[in-house]
């Protein structure tokens, strides 16, 4: 997410203490009506989200899957940073090409000269003064299904089926709490039982979604919402960095028959896997976290090959896309040495 999940210099842990994430984001919201003096407009907002960020990688999934690639632009900043921000180091001149800075810092110091938290991704920046409208990342995929949907591309699914609006909130409470966050517990525990407790809590919600998925094609409902993105991106990341990395080693995905059976089946699923960059992935973890990996040597493992094998899903019934149709054609694509998918 940041410079600082949020550490400072590389260091990420703090010896005697369990990790607690900074949840104070930018709470203003780009909407229809422009409440806080963001209205939506095609053009207006760029969208700054790494790709080896797991938060940042829920918008780009969500962005391509409700076909907002004309109206929201996409800024990519490279896989490591320092203590002060991410930077634009994989754009010619090391610059974003269309906000024109190498830092995402530098949009955030345009919002606030002295602002006070971690620079974190994804952010959405108004073009028309260089500034960030918000970070607020779980808010802002909510906002893309439900604020933009005048620009949404026809066929694009409903993320937020209203008939499981309550379901959808439960699940995604306990899965950011005990998953998408819990795999950061473990990883940046400061104590033995701050570990121990992070792990024994992380997998009692695995072994929860282990069963829930043996009988059921999809998180809630029998469509792909925004509940399977918010999974997907912790999955995807787990064989290359959190079992290792983070010390999330009882088991390693390719070891649970239903969740790795489900995140195959969403990896195949366009606008999902063809949004992920697992040499990217990689390189973030491994080599921004220097307390945790001091030499700063990126693993060349595991194998890739074994995300495009048939996952026999398809049998628990359930429609990906619901009424609506994919995604089209990739309009960002990953490196094709970076993905088992072979995209160019």
């Avoid at 960030?132 to 906002?143: E, G, K, R, S």
Wanted: charged letters at 25%; a negative charge.
């Amino acid at each position: 997410m940041t410079n600082a999940e949020h550490g400072q210099g590389g260091k990420y842990s703090v010896k005697g203490k369990e990790f607690t994430r900074d949840t104070r984001y930018i709470t203003t919201r780009v909407t229809r009506e422009g409440e806080d003096g963001f209205p939506v407009e095609p053009g207006r907002y760029r969208l700054v989200a790494a790709r080896a960020c797991p938060w940042a990688n829920r918008t780009i999934i969500v962005r391509r899957l409700l076909g907002l690639e004309d109206v929201l632009s996409l800024g990519l900043p490279g896989p490591t940073h320092d203590a002060r921000s991410w930077t634009f180091d994989l754009d010619p001149g090391g610059r974003d090409p269309v906000l024109g800075i190498e830092r995402i810092q530098e949009a955030y110091f345009k919002r606030d000269p002295e602002y006070p938290r971690g620079i974190t991704v994804p952010a959405i920046v108004d073009t028309t003064t260089g500034a960030v409208a918000t970070n607020d990342f779980a808010q802002i995929t909510l906002d893309l299904s439900t604020q933009w949907r005048e620009y949404h591309r026809p066929g694009a699914p409903d993320l937020l089926p209203e008939a499981h609006r309550a379901e959808l909130d439960e699940v995604n409470q306990r899965v950011f709490t005990d998953v998408n966050n819990g795999v950061y517990r473990c990883g940046f525990a400061g104590t033995q039982q701050a570990y121990d407790s992070a792990y024994d809590r992380l997998w009692a919600a695995v072994d929860w979604l282990e069963e829930r998925l043996t009988t059921r094609r999809f998180l809630v409902g029998d469509t792909i919402t925004e509940a399977d993105v918010r999974l997907f991106t912790t999955l995807v990341r787990w064989d290359p960095v959190y079992h290792g990395h983070f010390k999330c080693n009882r088991s390693r995905l390719t070891e649970l028959p239903a969740l790795w059976g489900y995140a195959r089946d969403l990896f195949q699923t366009p606008g999902f896997g063809d949004t992920v960059d697992f040499a990217q992935i990689k390189e973030h973890y491994y080599v921004v976290h220097k307390d945790i990996n001091p030499t700063g040597i990126v693993p060349k493992g595991p194998d890739l090959a074994n995300w495009v094998t048939p996952h026999g899903r398809e049998a628990l019934g359930g429609r990906p896309f619901g009424d609506g149709t994919p995604p089209g054609p990739v309009r960002e694509p990953v490196d094709p040495a970076h993905t088992p998918l072979g995209q160019s």
